[in-house]
């Protein structure tokens, strides 16, 4: 049996395992919408653990961070940072924002927001600026499966076709199970996800260099300087390193789907208790670094698309079930995240535009059916973008992060800020949206300003929390009521 039949038959098992694990829950019973966006609201402490952990190893975990670590150096480590700052900021958001989501039967982002603010078009914009963001996510996850089968098939299978089939399983079970299938998939990716980095993280370096100071020892006599800042890069400094974590930090939960997320917990307690426990799930980070780190010592010649360094390394020195296993492992940091963002996306333009808008009539049934057929649309869109539109991983991210970050000021004030106003919500959004795309597409991130470069989504961040504090102050306050959190502690 061949190289390649070997690594094929390995990633054909674990995609196809997973999306039979992930569909049976939709096969043994019928689901009603609320149990399918947000699965009943009763997932306890484990469920609810692997639904907010699935969305750390991600293709930007196995592809984008090593990549990073090949190409960029230093500037990587801000990997390790933001999910541990994240999780303090969920620590206090995300047990609030569940309680008000049960007690008001909400289901999507924009729903919390609309409720908060007591204006229907202000949810509708925040679900098309999400739908707008989470799409470029979603086709991070796509490339990223294309380029791991690719690899695994030695160039046989090109990256199209691999992710139609792939895709086209990944709609087929949150078609059918929703937000169960998603947790229960995410579980076999993230053992065997954590499994695969720490594995070859440790053997690699070892390997190559007796132990992983040997190869630190190694990279600085052949790059000197590289694994500080700026690294490899011009511009990528202290100040964007700082900027980028407020950022990503920031901007964490602010991904609409961590707010259906949220709303799946039985309680608040699992939220906090998982939110304390979550950032154990950072020191796994650093094992793709070192497979970057080592790859850009060994690989000859310099890779053209450094995303490659963690799949075209273990090509390199071991056989087709290796690079199968690890393959396989990829396509599930990809597969499962994509399911969860499938499910998000559909949600809002179902229940949030169309629901909104020219479906008000629309009764729970007919939503979940039209929910249904919008992930197969969606799956669809996000190929189109991930075949005609390819980027380096973590832009994408980047770019996503920047956007979505955008709610914070927002959500957090119509959570625990009684003088919020729904004009300060729409001044400030619009005018962090428009400084984001602008410094986006002005090629302007990072954005240089009095010696420091930011990024550019900390720019946007500061004009919108500025915008908004000062109209809150200087208009009265329009919401429907009280801030959500005396009203669930009611």
């Keep these: 049996m061949t190289n390649e039949s070997m690594s094929l038959a390995v990633i054909f098992i674990f995609v196809v395992g997973v999306t039979v ?24 402490r484990w469920l609810n653990w692997f639904v907010m952990a699935g969305e750390i190893y991600t293709a930007f975990a196995f592809l984008g961070a090593s990549g990073w670590a090949y190409a960029r150096g230093g500037p990587t480590f801000y990997i390790l940072g933001y999910g541990a700052l994240a999780y303090m900021v969920g620590y206090y958001l995300l047990p ?45 996850q796509l490339t990223g499966l294309g380029l791991i089968i ?14 139609l089939i792939a895709f086209t399983m990944v709609a087929a079970f949150v078609y059918l199970s929703g937000l169960k299938g998603v947790a229960s998939t995410a579980v076999i990716k993230d053992i065997v996800m954590m499994a695969a980095v720490i594995f070859f ?32 890069t011009k511009n990528l400094d202290v100040s964007w390193a700082m900027s980028t974590l407020v950022v990503t930090s920031l901007g964490f939960y602010m991904w609409p789907h961590f707010a259906a997320n949220s709303f799946s917990a039985k309680n608040p307690d699992v939220l ?3 939110a304390v426990y979550l950032p154990l799930y950072q020191f796994c980070l650093i094992f793709p670094m070192f497979i970057g780190f080592t790859a850009l010592l060994v690989l000859v010649p310099v890779l053209k698309t450094p995303d490659m360094a963690f799949m075209t390394i273990v090509q390199h020195l071991f056989p087709g079930w290796a690079l199968g296993l690890v393959g396989g492992a990829g396509a599930l940091a990809c597969m499962i995240p994509a399911a969860d963002l499938l499910l998000s996306t559909s949600m809002l333009v179902t229940r ?39 980027n380096m991983l973590v832009n994408l991210l980047l770019t996503g992060y920047s956007g979505v970050t955008q709610f914070f000021p927002m959500i957090m004030a119509g959570l625990f800020w009684k003088r919020a106003t729904c004009l300060a919500a729409y001044a400030g959004l619009i005018v962090g949206e428009v400084v984001v795309f602008a410094l986006i597409l002005g090629k302007l991130d990072p954005l240089p300003f009095a010696g420091l470069n930011l990024n550019a989504g900390f720019v946007a961040l500061a004009a919108n929390l500025a915008v908004f504090i000062a109209v809150s102050f200087m208009t009265r306050s329009v919401r429907a009521g009280e801030s959500s959190k005396a009203a669930v502690n009611k």
């Excluded at 019973?29 to 009943?40: H, I, P, Q």
């Excluded at 609030?96 to 409720?115: C, F, I, P, W």
């Excluded at 969606?378 to 005609?388: D, R, S, Y």
Aim: glycine share 12%; with cysteine; hydrophobic share 45%.
């Design 272 to 274: 906090r208790h998982n």
């Design 150 to 163: 690719e690899t695994c098939s030695y160039g046989q299978i090109a990256r199209v076709p691999a992710m």
């Design 96 to 140: 609030v924002m569940s309680a008000v989501g049960r007690k008001y039967n909400l289901m999507t982002q924009s729903d919390l927001v609309e409720h908060m603010y007591g204006s229907r078009t202000l949810g509708i914009v925040t679900a098309c600026i999400g739908v707008a963001f989470l799409l470029p996510y979603l086709q991070l």
């Design 352 to 390: 949030n535009i169309y629901g909104r808008t020219v479906g008000q009539n629309t009764t729970p049934e007919q939503a979940g059916r039209i929910a249904r057929l919008v992930v197969l649309a969606l799956t669809a869109v996000a190929l189109a973008l991930a075949i005609f539109l390819p």
């Design 21 to 44: 694990a992930g569909m049976l829950p939709g096969l043994k019973r019928k689901m009603n919408l609320e149990e399918w966006a947000v699965g009943g609201r009763n997932f306890g």
């Design 201 to 232: 993280g440790l053997y690699l370096p070892i390997h190559y260099f007796g132990s992983l100071g040997g190869m630190f020892e190694a990279l600085e006599t052949a790059k000197p300087g590289f694994l500080a800042l700026p690294g490899g």
